[in-house]
């Protein structure tokens, strides 16, 4: 089992540098450099020339990943270019605050996602069982974009029940940022749900043709335990999967959202940085995004491996 | 005389689409009871056995009848009622215990959860019954047995752990389903016995579902056989064994009985071997499953190659046809060796081996028509422009008893019997000196697997093809084989004649796996016992 486990970490870890060099590749085809930024209008080749040399840019491109990269492992992501910050420090507690918008979505979506897909896969083709794959497909039907404004239309700015800007500060309450960020995370819930829903119905629905749970309803045992007992159990892996694809994609894919509400999270500073071509922190946010990608699908694999008999003891050496 | 602990009355099990799968049954068990419940494919016994449950499966429904349990119509019951009398009152025993055990729990687990759900016993009391059943069941380690999960212990194990959890509630009523018919002969035996002593120890009655009449034989008190969902015949069991009135119980009951020989033995004399397999040696990682093997098949010859499952006889076709990597030893064909690997082989050496699989249903691709199933092996290897691929596909129907228009039909319309002729028509048209037909019947029904054996005798009488002609089934290598090799563990351990190998002085393993074979008498199993009992002391 360790092996299985220790070969899914290192094929995670290789992921990650595959992607890190992808990153660091397409920064560099892009047109113009750091030194072209910085100088804009007023560069002349000579200036070029000087300030690349200072920064070292004349150096071969495999000579400044490696650097780059091994830097970036320390946790040093280097200076952004515009303000000459720390990237870390101005990138770490925007991260927390993207975790802290995934995590309250994630803990609406995954329990709503997976109960209704059960209930969903006991009751299938029954009205519970259309309406939740009806509203759910719906809902990510709909642009995300869209979804917010509509709640900051008629939730915020008509009926004023919550405010129409989720900006967070350091120095607000866990309360308070739980009341600010409601709107945003209700919008992500609904974008991820449908996902989650359809893979847990179909899993526990393909589970319910196999000989055992025959035999468990043989038994004489109820249906809910039958589905609880010995269904889930062995539909969890896939269902593990999709939950950890979504994970990945609330703490990757809420751009959007971030720009929507004002949200101060990893997405919005990226963005800034695009628009200013500020080249390491768009370098350092592509990690971080890649990185949260990679270990969330990492520990999927993991856990599919625990919640296999088979897996979990097979014996080491085969 | 005690009154019927289970009752049928007018049975009518219908598919969702309309097809009746079982009509007009009635049945009554006493308690103590065994009732044997006999036919092929289709006629209906699982049915019946999960309809005495009110069970029907996925798109299926019982659609008229009672069943009746201690008096009590199951029917009128609620959902609640019904639940509370499976697994308490009456107990089912499915056929492949692999399947039917949960994988994600230990056995014990499973074992304990029923008398523990139906409020009869704590967990505590459940386990120590749950061990008392392991050791009647004569399971190995019963201390620790319950705590592997099911894909940690043999399938003859998992079979009898199966029985301990239907017994877990003390049923009164036992449904089995078939719970021998995925094992091999001397585990078969083992499990019959074990079955046999706890329905007599434990005064349970018991539905008997089997297609093996020799089986039902040594277990059940009545018959019945069934045939498209309706009784044909019900009765005692010695007289449906030895004086069946009807002609389809007659005709299982010559069938199982047959012994009639397809071949006569070919003149050793004149041997010139075709295939030579000289010391053979076949490793899956690390595992030897092929062990310094020696056989050869001669033109026009049927060598049978018998075993029980795992014993190596599959891994040796795949070693001779290149797909299980040689480490040691040569094959010989028509007087050229052979490489080891597949890729290395000339297209030839291909043709001139062919494959019968055990599973005609996934042999096949569902996609294609027979006709292009049957032509591309003649495209293939001869080049045959279309039109004559055509005739010679028309051809290959006809030589395995097929009309010639089934060439623009798909595989997926046809039985079970009909697609194994398709794949012995595919194996032709390569126009092969040998064919190896792995289990190529065992698939099948008793009377449809008749048909196919009498085929391949008689295309081996017409073209003079060879066989190498995998079984399990000693009534079979009996019956078409020339010779016989006997495998164990990966070797062979007693080659030769049919008529000598099944003639005493036997090999002891050849002896235990010819005496484990169900004969058609109803005292068969105690006599074995007996013998076996006699030959310890």
């Known amino acids: ?318 | 005389m005690a009154k019927a602990i289970l009752k049928i009355t007018n049975l009518r099990v219908e598919s969702i689409n309309g097809t009746v799968l079982v009509e007009n049954t009635s049945l009554e068990l006493k308690p103590g009871e065994v009732l044997g419940l006999i036919g092929e494919s289709g006629a209906g016994k699982s049915t019946i056995g999960l309809a005495s449950m009110f069970y029907a499966r996925a798109g299926c429904r019982i659609t008229g009848g009672t069943i009746e349990i201690d008096g009590q119509s199951i029917g009128d019951l609620s959902a609640d009622g019904r639940r509370d009398l499976r697994g308490k009152r009456i107990a089912y025993i499915a056929q492949s215990a692999a399947a039917s055990f949960n994988p994600a729990h230990t056995i014990l687990d499973q074992v304990c959860e029923m008398p523990v759900i139906h409020g009869l016993m704590t967990r505590a009391e459940a386990k120590a019954w749950a061990l008392e059943l392991f050791k009647a069941l004569d399971l190995p380690k019963p201390e620790t047995f319950g705590n592997r999960y099911p894909h940690e212990v043999s399938g003859g194990q998992l079979q009898r752990a199966m029985t301990a959890m239907a017994m877990s509630c003390k049923p009164a009523i036992l449904v089995f389903d078939e719970p021998t018919t995925a094992l091999d002969v001397t585990t078969q035996i083992e499990v019959l016995v074990l079955i046999k002593k706890l329905i007599r120890d434990f005064n349970t009655a018991a539905l008997y579902i089997t297609h093996d009449l020799a089986v039902v034989a040594q277990v059940a008190d009545r018959i019945m056989v069934l045939r498209h969902g309706k009784m044909m015949e019900l009765g005692d069991a010695k007289q449906i064994l030895t004086a069946p009135t009807t002609e389809y119980a007659r005709a299982l009951v010559t069938e199982r009985a047959a012994s009639d020989k397809l071949s006569v033995a070919v003149a050793p004399a004149k041997r010139q071997p075709l295939l030579d397999v000289q010391n053979a040696m076949g490793v899956y990682h690390k595992f030897v499953a092929v062990n310094n093997v020696s056989i050869s098949v001669a033109q026009g010859e049927t060598v049978a190659v018998v075993g029980e499952s795992g014993s190596g006889k599959s891994s040796l076709a795949r070693l001779i046809i290149g797909l299980l990597p040689r480490k040691a030893g040569t094959v010989t064909f028509g007087g050229r060796e052979l490489s080891p690997a597949l890729k290395q082989r000339s297209k030839d050496d291909l043709r001139r081996i062919q494959f019968i699989y055990q599973q005609p249903d996934v042999a096949l691709n569902p996609r294609q028509t027979i006709g292009n199933v049957i032509g591309r092996p003649i495209e293939f290897y001869f080049g045959t422009p279309r039109a004559e691929v055509k005739q010679r596909v028309a051809k290959l129907l006809t030589q395995v008893g097929l009309p010639e228009d089934y060439a623009k039909r798909l595989t997926t319309a046809l039985s079970g019997g009909q697609k194994q002729r398709i794949c012995i028509a595919r194996a032709l048209a390569a126009e092969p000196d040998l064919i190896i037909c792995d289990e190529p019947t065992s698939a099948l029904d008793q009377l449809v697997a008749e048909d196919i054996l009498k085929l391949l005798k008689k295309l081996q009488d017409d073209l003079g093809v060879s066989y190498l002609f995998i079984t399990h089934d000693l009534g079979i290598v009996r019956r078409i084989a020339h010779r016989t090799a006997v495998m164990l563990r990966g070797q062979i351990v007693a080659e030769g004649t049919t008529p000598q190998i099944f003639a005493p002085p036997y090999h002891p393993y050849t002896e235990r796996l010819i005496s484990s074979v169900p004969e058609m008498r109803v005292d068969w199993l105690d006599e074995v016992l007996a013998r076996r009992r006699r030959a310890q002391v």
């Open chain 1, 1 to 318: 089992m360790l092996r299985i486990i220790a070969v899914r970490v290192v094929l995670g870890l290789l992921t990650l540098l595959g992607v890190s060099i992808l990153i660091f590749a397409a920064t560099e085809i892009l047109p113009g450099d750091v030194c072209t930024a910085i100088q804009g209008q007023g560069a002349t080749p000579d200036t070029l020339r000087v300030c690349r040399i200072e920064l070292g840019l004349d150096r071969p491109s495999y000579v400044r990943y490696t650097e780059w990269f091994f830097n970036a492992l320390h946790g040093d992501f280097g200076l952004s270019l515009t303000n000459k910050r720390d990237i870390l420090k101005s990138i770490s507690p925007k991260f927390v605050n993207t975790l802290f918008l995934a995590g309250y979505a994630a803990l609406i979506a995954v329990p709503l996602a997976v109960g209704l897909g059960i209930l969903a896969a006991i009751n299938e083709g029954k009205w519970i069982d259309k309406v939740a794959n009806i509203v759910s497909l719906a809902a990510i039907s709909v642009p995300e974009f869209f979804i917010g404004y509509l709640f900051i239309l008629f939730l915020a700015v008509r009926n004023h029940w919550f405010p129409s800007l989720s900006t967070v500060f350091s120095d607000m309450s866990f309360g308070e940022r739980v009341y600010v960020t409601a709107l945003p995370a209700v919008t992500l819930t609904l974008l991820v749900t449908a996902h989650m829903l359809r893979m847990t119905r179909s899993s526990v629905l393909a589970i319910m043709s196999q000989p055992y749970i025959e035999m468990a309803f043989l038994k004489g045992l109820a249906r809910a335990r039958v589905i609880m007992v010995h269904a889930l159990p062995n539909a969890a892996a896939p269902i593990i999967t999709v939950i950890a694809l979504n994970l990945a994609y609330l703490v990757v894919g809420v751009v959007v959202i971030e720009r929507v509400f004002t949200y101060p999270g990893v997405g919005a500073f990226m963005i800034d940085g695009v628009s200013k071509r500020d080249l390491p922190v768009v370098q350092a946010g592509g990690l971080v995004f890649a990185g949260a990608f990679v270990l969330l699908n990492t520990v999927a694999d993991v856990l599919g491996v625990l919640v296999n008999p088979r897996l979990r003891r097979a014996k080491t050496g085969t």
